[in-house]
């Protein structure tokens, strides 16, 4: 594996952090919004989204 499929699959993952930090406040409740969750459709892109 390059680096540069090891920084983007950190990318990624750094991502989905930030933006369940950021909309904590409706991805933890009763009623759960996980905006993050949309990124789990990027494998079907790009293979090296499956390791993220």
Same mark, same amino acid.
């Given at each position: 594996?390059?680096?540069?499929?090891?920084?983007?699959?950190?990318?990624?993952?750094?991502?989905?952090? !930030? !933006?369940?930090?950021?909309?904590?406040?409706?991805?933890?409740? @009763?009623?759960?919004?996980?905006?993050?969750?949309?990124?789990?459709?990027? @494998?079907?892109?790009?293979?090296?989204?499956?390791?993220?």
């Amino acid at each position: 594996m390059k680096n540069r499929d090891i920084a983007w699959i950190s990318m990624i993952s750094a991502l989905y952090v !930030i !933006i369940t930090l950021i909309f904590a406040y409706i991805s933890y409740g @009763p009623i759960q919004v996980r905006i993050s969750e949309a990124l789990t459709l990027l @494998p079907f892109f790009d293979k090296r989204a499956i390791f993220a």
